[in-house]
């Protein structure tokens, strides 16, 4: 058996290397490798925050209220626009003689997921919009759409995510009788609808919110409560939300990943100008890339020493098991077009998705959790095969959802002086 040779190469070191190495390598990672291994490289791996249009934006039936901030270098805010319907019975067909009286107005919400602080006080507003949201073509993430100042509806509560299923703003008296007079006399008309009324509606969040509530649009209302003023028999009217393109999430990014209100979705910005960490969270709107400038020059070398393995290894800037947002289980890799649109999974040699599994030890003194990805293949295809290094997209294999909270997970790129993602390229004979 071949003793091993470790040669961490360094810019200036050696002639051949082709990128700056790292002085902390071991051949610890597998010791099958290790047996054949007659030389190590490092290199650099860069990092970006990709923004994407959310998986919980337009008509995703998920209203998104409030902020939160996920650690002290990201905090994001988000309001919930919608449109809501008549009732699917008209006033007429109830076929009621007595003048009625409308006693209040509630909008209802069900609460459906949570992240962040939920032990301070939140707030959340109503507001009409002034003009209806265009439903021809999908919302996306970072549309927003003028509204009233003077809000319509209020509550400022503590939340109970264990306890909170039904979530109740009482709605102004003036706003109420509105909906309730053109609801009377509705049914009368050739097209009735509420549009004509309320032109869409927009939930927003205090200012020192500490927590994003999630509720259930398509088990929302506004309810209308009644009685005939004579025989005070009693009625609710039920107003659903409409789940169409104009019910969508609107987000604002904060801190240091403030560049992220810039782009469109698809665009992206470097890990070195985020504090050296980029973002994966499916639900907020956030993926990953990664890219590994130095490949094509690996072919100067590729005649001494013949590439028999790749890994990567990506760390969470996570601290403990108890921080969120609640890393995803595994991250699967994409190969993407030059816009950062997914073309197709990313394979090894034997066809399978490369995919790597969340890993920890809550046993370091320096807590660490990361994730492991063979990229030999990779590799092997853009130094033989002729393929182009664009770089890869990772996103959860999930729908960055956990137990109906987001799932996310930040990443350290090469220059994160406590969580340095290392790309580790072994070399046989």
């Excluded at 909008?107 to 439903?135: C, F």
């Excluded at 264990?162 to 309730?180: C, F, G, H, R, Y």
């Excluded at 009625?235 to 789940?243: A, E, H, M, N, R």
């Excluded at 770089?391 to 969580?419: H, R």
Aim: hydrophobic letters at 35%; aromatic letters at 10%.
């Amino acid at each position: 058996m071949k003793y091993i040779i470790a040669i961490i190469l360094a810019i200036g070191g050696i002639a051949m290397s082709c990128t700056s190495g790292s002085l902390d390598v071991t051949l610890d990672i597998d010791s099958q490798i290790n047996q054949n291994t007659v030389m190590v490289d490092t290199m650099r791996v860069e990092g970006f925050t990709v923004k994407e249009d959310s998986t919980y934006t337009s008509a995703s039936g998920q209203l998104q209220v409030g902020s939160y901030t996920m650690n002290n270098r990201l905090a994001i805010s988000s309001e919930a626009y919608f449109q809501v319907s008549l009732p699917g019975t008209n006033y007429g067909a109830y076929n009621i003689t007595e003048s009625m009286v409308l006693d209040s107005a509630k909008i209802q919400l069900r609460l459906s997921g949570n992240i962040g602080d939920t032990t301070a006080y939140q707030t959340i507003r109503l507001h009409e919009l002034i003009s209806e949201i265009p439903t021809s073509d999908a919302q996306l993430s970072n549309f927003s759409y003028p509204a009233e100042t003077n809000h319509i509806a209020e509550k400022i509560w503590k939340l109970r995510p264990s306890k909170d299923t039904l979530v109740e703003l009482t709605l102004n008296a003036a706003t109420a009788q509105e909906i309730w007079e053109y609801y009377q006399t509705s049914y009368r008309e050739d097209n009735p609808s509420l549009l004509k009324i309320i032109k869409g509606l927009v939930l927003k969040g205090g200012q020192n919110n500490t927590s994003l509530s999630v509720f259930d649009a398509t088990n929302a209302d506004i309810r209308l409560y009644t009685h005939t003023q004579n025989t005070y028999i009693q009625y609710t009217f039920d107003f659903p939300l409409i789940v169409n393109n104009a019910q969508f999430n609107h987000y604002t990014y904060l801190s240091d990943f403030d560049a992220l209100n810039t782009l469109s979705p698809g665009e992206q910005v470097n890990a070195s100008l985020t504090n050296n960490e980029f973002v994966l969270n499916a639900g907020l709107g956030l993926s990953g890339k990664i890219e590994i400038p130095g490949i094509s020059q690996l072919k100067e070398i590729t005649d001494l020493a013949g590439i028999h393995q790749v890994q990567m290894v990506l760390y969470s800037t996570r601290k403990s098991l108890t921080e969120t947002p609640t890393p995803p289980a595994s991250l699967a890799l994409y190969i993407i077009n030059l816009n950062n649109e997914i073309e197709a999974a990313m394979a090894d040699a034997y066809g399978t998705q490369i995919t790597g599994t969340y890993v920890y030890n809550p046993e370091d003194l320096v807590f660490t959790s990361y994730y492991t990805f063979d990229l030999t293949q990779y590799f092997k295809n853009i130094l033989f095969q002729g393929v182009q290094n664009k770089g890869f997209k990772v996103i959860p294999a999930d729908d960055g959802t956990v137990n109906g909270t987001f799932g996310g997970v930040y990443l350290g790129n090469y220059d994160n002086a406590s969580f340095k993602a290392k790309l580790i390229v072994y070399y046989g004979e």
